[in-house]
DNA sequence: CCACCAGGCGTGA
DNA sequence: TCACGCCTGGTGG
């Protein structure tokens, strides 16, 4: 097992937490979403290098860069980190999520990779009781997958979205929507603390756990703290997490939970795929849960 | 690989 | 009660 020292900004993909890499985030992710976009529609033709680079608006040189960058491997690596044969490999066995991951070595304190969460769980009712009035923060700041609104409340984060360029009002409503009662104050001070540590690996220890609120049903948040437990770089499946749960049959249920899943990212839910390994739905686009999966097989392969 | 189907289940209206 | 989903396993191209 390695540790977190391995994991030098060097060594890894892009730079640390300096502002100069959230300030490339967003632009070298508009470039991933078009290569990722070219190779979903045109895989069967097993697509050169050029031509992805063509198809993504950069030459080849800049491609390469740009991806060592953004998630430390190269343009082949990433082409196979988005293919259904990756999502197979990385898909955890039947069974038991957690069982699985500690099997694997993957789990447990010290993990390599672990964004180290701390929860809290309220249902509906109780936020509407004890939040009236309740102030959700919100700010829009750059990230590896395009723009990111982070939603935090006084106990913790509570939400993360993402949007396409144009898409920042749809996503701020989409948020919104769910938490009906509270008051939305704009305030991006507030959340970059959060940003810059959420998407930057190397920041990631135990020692300071990031804290979150789930807001749910007790279903939803019986999924939602299943999906903490699968390990970065993995998947699982929907029927797996539904048998974690102890309701084996209700895997479908368990695909509109963990649709509903307000924190996107910090909340794994761009782990799971179906039982064969297709990616069969994200709320924020399918598209960014292939770059999620990719990015992170990146950061996988530069720390073995 | 695709298309379609039925069984399945928690949610919100 | 009902339609709706980030499902799944089976059938027939």
Redesign the pocket.
């Known amino acids: 097992m390695l540790d977190r020292a391995t994991l030098t900004p060097d060594a890894g993909p892009n730079l640390g937490s300096s502002l100069d890499a959230q300030a490339d985030w967003c632009a070298d992710y508009e470039v991933v979403r078009r290569a990722i976009a070219f190779i979903t529609e045109a895989w069967r033709s097993q697509p050169e290098a050029e031509a992805i680079a063509t198809a993504a608006g950069v030459d080849i040189r800049t491609l390469n860069a740009l991806f060592r960058r953004w998630a430390g491997l190269t343009p082949k690596g990433f082409l196979q980190a988005v293919t259904?044969d990756h999502a197979k490999r990385v898909l955890a066995g039947?069974g038991n999520v957690l069982d699985a991951a500690f099997e694997l070595g993957l789990s447990g304190p010290g993990r390599l990779h672990d964004l180290f969460v701390t929860h809290e769980a309220m249902s509906?009712g109780e936020w509407q009781r004890g939040g009236a009035g309740a102030v959700v923060r919100f700010g829009f700041h750059p990230s590896p997958f395009g723009t990111a609104l982070v939603m935090a409340t006084a106990r913790g984060l509570a939400g993360l979205a993402f949007a396409d360029p144009g898409g920042e009002a749809a996503a701020l409503a989409d948020m919104r929507a769910r938490w009906p009662a509270a008051q939305f104050e704009d305030c991006r001070d507030a959340t970059a603390p959060l940003v810059r540590r959420i998407f930057d690996p190397t920041a990631w220890q135990p020692e300071v756990p990031l804290r979150v609120v789930l807001i749910?049903?007790?279903?939803?948040i019986r999924v939602w703290e299943t999906l903490l437990k699968i390990p970065f770089g993995r998947a699982a499946?929907?029927?797996?997490?539904?048998h974690d749960i102890g309701?084996p049959?209700?895997?479908?249920?368990?695909?509109?939970?963990?649709?509903?899943?307000p924190i996107?990212f910090v909340v794994p839910?761009?782990r799971?795929?179906?039982?064969?390994g297709?990616l069969?739905?994200?709320?924020?686009g399918l598209t960014r849960?292939r770059a999620m999966l990719g990015w992170e097989a990146g950061w996988r392969a530069a720390a073995a």
């Open positions: 259904l039947s509906p749910g049903s007790d279903f939803e499946s929907y029927a797996a997490l539904a309701r049959t209700a895997a479908r249920a368990v695909g509109a939970a963990v649709g509903r899943n996107a839910c761009h799971v795929v179906g039982s064969g297709a069969t739905g994200y709320h924020w849960k």
